[in-house]
């Protein structure tokens, strides 16, 4: 017995598809070549010239041989994670008659019979029904289980809005509504209210709250009720130590805002499927994505400290249009609980509004992300059965099956306080018009499989809230590749797309590049550089993780396009299987964007000995164009890495001038510190001990006055 067809077929009705074999199904080769039969779940084929070869045989064991190997093809068909696979298994140690005929033909016809579909949300009006009943008919068990969450009709709307808003973006980016305008100068106009206007209260009051207790004047305003998250953090204690570094949290408070500490994180793909060379054993990561943080408390944290220096919240508020001129920014804002319109002055707008930005769209034009993970999940507060999961434990990437109707879909789950347990289900995915990517098609995905990834019963399950938002990445040559920045203006997180092309951590990713952003947005705030050109320089590109886009590319299935079905687990066992092999601080250092030029270019050598089609396979999935991209991409990081080498004394020397350079040619020092911070922080290799050590940093009185 031997299979010979694998195939993925994008549909979650299997006995469609069963049907179809059965009745619709027929084989064009000479009718007396082989007879077809219905079995329960496909059907065989049957070649009637078996029993012939078998007569003619030479001798009693060549003929108890052949009665023994019927020659038959054998197709059928199973189910998980709602999507159908058939495979084709010979009976026969010889290729059968017209079997590359028949295996072509099947193919073709299946795959014209159940081709890819996008579904669309509906169009809803909830003026006269709720958002359950508008969508039950459509995403039965995402309705049904919202439904037992506290605040699920509200949590539904947001899905629903941030999935429309998306949608918009990606299909329309050419004609977004334009938020930001250009005003006439006024000398009659009232000096600023304040230093900095954020747009966003996720990441952005982070952000927000270590600039106020550098003693500028800042609001922020936010859509929500101020606290409210769509999603959890996972960190590590390393990278978690910027922020008490910063003085932004006490080593006390930092423990307070843990939920739960890990022995241990867990990455394993399926591999049931996959080539010898293309299996891994477990892959763990200790100290990678270890804390789990209680997001909504860190947020309430960061605000009282916000406010304590001085600084506003507006929740409950939506950004609708900004206005810039030379000496202010004015940001218009609406008051959801009342309508009431509000204006606020401010000499520097941050966008940290994500992906949902209407203002990263209108600075990069029609390509302001490239890829996206459409990322579902939920938290729960018990209703596993004891010993389907240990709390001491994390799994940081898993997959329990093949693509999955034109999607490698990914597991997470986070251990968090007491009984809780955090569920993602995500996947890469490239950006496309006709099929942008949907939340609420993948929230029916997990109601459905998450029983078939742990053992559970999802109506036992305590349903505390819904975790879901699209998380962007952009494909960056080098670091003027994306615009970050306007005049007055500039983007942070997600909404510059700053994380990493892997791992896909916005708040990772901010949180181990605050003190380079801080420290270049404190120094053009002091001097007042903020132009344009000034402000783009304030970034957290690093070409050492702009070079792994590729990797990420990889991993998704082009729209209208079918793949092998294994070949996206493959690709992922074969990387992950050599970090394993590696010491334990090399994975550390991949997966919190430390890798550096010689471990990359060791891990691709091996990879690429170890299972030569990888090559073969990351050609047809980026093609030539993004292939030729990905070239000028590592050359980048060859020099970069080069620089780094040669610049190393670079940032001392900067330091040393600073007291002379900075002011006489602030314009100059903000642009020899961004350079600093290139050959450091740029290539993976931070250097905290030459951040600047100011009075201002440390001194709480002065951070309480504001």
Known sequence: MREILYLEIPTPDTHAVCRWLQQGFTPDIPAATATKQSTDDGIRLVFTQANERSQHANSSADASRASMLPEELSIFTWSVQRTTYLKVFRWAEQAVPYEQQLLKQLTQQIRSRFPHHYPEPPAIDLTHQSIFEALAPYYPKTVHYFQKMPNGEYDLRRVYWWEQRWRQGVRNPQQLKQVIFRAENSSQAASPTYDLIYIGGALGVIHAAVMARLGYRVLLIERLPFGHMNREWNISRAEFQSLIDLGLFTPAEFESVIAREYVDGFHKFFDANNPPQAKAPVLHTPTVLNVAIDAEKLLRLCGEKLQQAGGDIWDETEFERAEVSDQRVTVYSNHLANGESRLAMGRLLIDAMGTASPIAWQLNGGRAFDSVCPTVGAVIDGGFEPGVWDSRYGDVLNSHGDISRGRQLIWELFPGRGNELTFYLFHYHQVHPENPGSLLEMYEDFFTILPEYRRCDPEKLVWKKPTFGYIPGHFSIRASDRRVAFDRLMAIGDAASLQSPLVFTGFGSLVRNLPRLTDLLDTALRHDLLTAEHLNQIRAFQSNISVTWLFSKGMMVPTGKFIAPERVNAMLNTFFGILASEPPEVADRFVKDRAGWVPFNRMALKAAIQNPALLRWIWELAGSRDLLRWVVSYLNFTVSALLSWLL??????????????????????????VQSYAVTYG?????????????HLKDESLMANG
């Open 648 to 673: 190393g004394w670079l940032p001392t020397v900067a330091r040393s001038i600073q007291p002379w350079l900075e002011p006489r040619r602030p314009g100059l020092w903000l642009w020899l510190l």
């Open 683 to 695: 290539v993976g290799k931070p250097r905290p001990e030459l951040l600047p050590v100011r009075e």
